[in-house]
């Protein structure tokens, strides 16, 4: 009995020890992920070995019979013993950029190097178009050998919504970066990363690469996942942003107080053109607290939050707070739920719990071991909280306010615009009712007005289209005695501007007779369209050019207008000339050749008779 007991203790004893993840790489094919890539027919695969040689093969068959086999990027890495921090051993870092595949496709995929071979992983391209499902947590972090109670609550989110497509991490995916084992806990314990894409961002805890560094630098993290390129130099890899069906996700990496010049440069250029129903941000610390991390959501709010209102953001997911913490679509500190923007604060899915406190807040729920689900139609935005047994405990919706797959017209917008008096106020607003999210960039609107004294210009005013519900632009100021002549010019999303001219006639005897010339293109596409006053010269737009053809002018004049007038681009079709046929130069040419020689047998007759 004693000798079965003693069996036994060793065979448990042996267990334990092979599941605590070691300081070093413990096996020669580690750490493998795939990340989403800038769309979805790209996906990023990342993995370490201790070959120098290796390949993924990978293909839509679940056991890999047919096959397609990629050479990785590799570059070789290693990190020394920092304080009391153990050694990165020397490794070789590979990257898989995968690009062209089909959509809404299931893909295998497996890494071999050497004489070894790694389980058959696998990621999918969506699982469907109308539809996206995903699910976010965020401080994963934990201790070497605990992220099989993350695994636990990511397949309680998986029961409550099969449908989940990828997961996005906030982070905070270790709770120490410099220490290897924990990184081998996370791949090896929590085993769905293997199974999907896997958005993630690094944390403050990323940022711990020494016991008493402080705030170091991604280095670390950008060792583990192969993430779009597609930021600025300084935080390449660990902020970018990825589009999945109607979504603009954008990853911000500010965990440091730099480069945020440059993040706001970065930020503002994807916002300002890119497209999208719904725009989601994910960060770690937020630009709310629920008290445990004040100074930096001040700081996050001083860096950022004017330009997520700006572009009336929808959403920002956070963690940080260790808490799940709500505040719904503000803009300025005020309830706004056209322009405003939601924030969220993610429950910790790893061991960590702080208690929130609900100053500003419309929900808080003190928890950890939690995680989100999010779907997202064309229509509305879903957030769905969970705890570790699987049981909602909360839900918010976001209605869609952008309307990217709404239909423009731009000859019935054109028609639309016009400016509206307010008598009372005696003010001016232009209003519109079409949507042109997605196809305007911007409406700039100057000109001038006219009274008894004299005719001024107007300030301009401009107004960016950042949402399908923006259909008005205050113009200010609209006196009784005056006449304003107001000149439009619409910025469309590929830099080509249309304009219009719109006049309010507050006082008669001002009145100068004035009339609309019209520009065409020959297709009768309007080019522009201008109020000229009665003997002025109108303008002309710069002609489109037409493949085949010369632009030669238009077919009326439109100097000294006294009338409407609608002018129409005129071309010329490019004529080639056929080459000569190779007979006709040869008749040609013994043609001249024989009128040459009776020339100049005549030039001798007639020299001898002489």
């Not at 070789?92 to 898989?96: A, F, L, P, Q, T």
């Not at 996050?300 to 209102?309: R, T």
């Given at each position: 009995m004693k000798k079965l007991l003693t069996f036994f203790s060793i065979l448990i004893s042996i267990f334990l020890i092979s599941s605590i993840p070691s300081n070093g790489m413990y096996a020669g094919i580690a750490n493998i992920t795939a990340a989403p890539g800038e769309t979805m027919d790209k996906i990023g695969i990342n993995y370490h070995t201790r070959y120098a040689d290796s390949y993924v093969i990978y293909g839509t068959d679940s056991s890999l019979k047919k096959f397609t086999k990629v050479t990785p990027e590799v570059h070789e890495w290693e990190r020394e013993v920092k304080g009391d921090y153990p050694a990165f051993e020397k490794r070789?870092?590979?990257?898989?950029n995968l690009s062209g595949l089909k959509l809404y496709t299931t893909y295998y995929y497996q890494v071999i190097a050497g004489s070894e071979k790694s389980d058959i992983c696998k990621f999918n391209t969506g699982l469907n178009e109308s539809v996206t499902t995903f699910a976010w947590i965020t401080d994963s972090q934990t201790y070497d050998n605990g992220y099989d109670k993350v695994e636990a609550v990511f397949q309680?989110?998986?029961k409550a919504n099969p449908n989940i497509a990828f997961m996005l991490n906030t982070g905070d995916v270790t709770d120490r970066a410099g220490k290897e084992a924990q990184w081998n806990g996370y791949f090896s314990q929590f085993k769905s990363v293997q199974s999907f894409p896997n958005a993630t961002i690094p944390g403050n805890h990323e940022y711990y690469t020494t016991a008493a560094s402080g705030y170091d630098s991604p280095e670390i993290y950008n060792q583990y996942f192969n993430n779009p390129k597609n930021s600025f130099e300084g935080r390449m890899n660990s902020s970018y942003y990825f589009y999945y069906n109607n979504i603009l996700f954008l990853m911000v990496d500010a965990i440091k107080n730099e480069y945020v010049n440059e993040q706001r440069a970065w930020i503002t250029e994807v916002l300002e053109n890119n497209t999208a129903d719904f725009i989601i941000v994910g960060i770690h610390a937020g630009l709310i607290t629920g008290g445990n991390y004040s100074s930096d959501a001040?700081?996050?709010?001083?860096?950022?939050?004017?330009?997520?209102?700006?572009?009336?953001?929808?959403?920002?997911?956070?963690?940080h707070e260790h808490a799940f913490c709500v505040q719904k679509t503000r803009l300025d500190g005020e309830i706004n739920p056209d322009l405003g923007v939601t924030h969220v604060i993610g429950p910790a899915v790893g061991n960590k719990t702080y208690k929130a406190n609900d100053d500003g807040m419309d929900y808080v729920?003190?928890?950890?071991?939690?995680g989100c689900i999010i779907t997202v139609t064309s229509s509305r935005l879903t957030l769905k909280m969970y705890n570790n047994m699987g049981d909602e405990q909360y839900s918010l919706e976001i209605k869609n306010?952008?309307?990217?797959?709404?239909?423009?017209?731009e000859e019935s917008f054109l028609k639309s615009l016009k400016v509206e008096r307010d008598a009372e106020k005696e003010t001016a607003t232009l209003v519109w009712n079409s949507d042109i999210y997605g196809y305007v960039d911007k409406i700039t609107v100057t000109g001038k007005e006219v009274n008894l004294y004299n005719e001024s210009n107007l300030k301009e005013v401009s107004r960016k289209i950042k949402l399908a519900n923006i259909y008005s632009l205050d113009l200010g100021a609209n006196y009784s005695d005056t006449n304003y002549y107001y000149d439009i010019v619409i910025t469309k999303l590929d830099g080509t501007t249309i304009t219009k001219t719109v006049e309010i006639i507050n006082n008669e005897e001002l009145l100068i007779n004035k009339y609309t010339v019209t520009f065409k293109d020959k297709d009768g596409n309007i080019l522009k369209e201008e109020t000229v006053k009665e003997g002025e010269d109108a303008t002309a737009p710069t002609a489109p050019s037409v493949e085949g053809y010369n632009f030669v002018g238009w077919d009326k004049e439109f100097d000294d207008v006294e009338e409407d007038l609608v002018i129409t681009a005129l071309y010329e079709e490019i004529k080639v000339e056929a080459p000569a046929k190779e007979g006709?130069?040869?008749?040609?040419?013994?043609l001249t050749t024989s009128l040459i020689a009776c020339i100049s047998l005549a030039f001798i007759i007639l020299r001898k008779k002489n």
């Open positions: 070789y870092v590979c990257s898989v309680n989110l998986l001040k700081r996050m709010k001083q860096a950022f939050g004017d330009i997520f209102e700006e572009y009336a953001v929808d959403i920002i997911l956070s963690g729920q003190n928890l950890n071991y939690g306010r952008r309307g990217v797959s709404s239909k423009y017209n006709c130069k040869k008749e040609l040419l013994t």
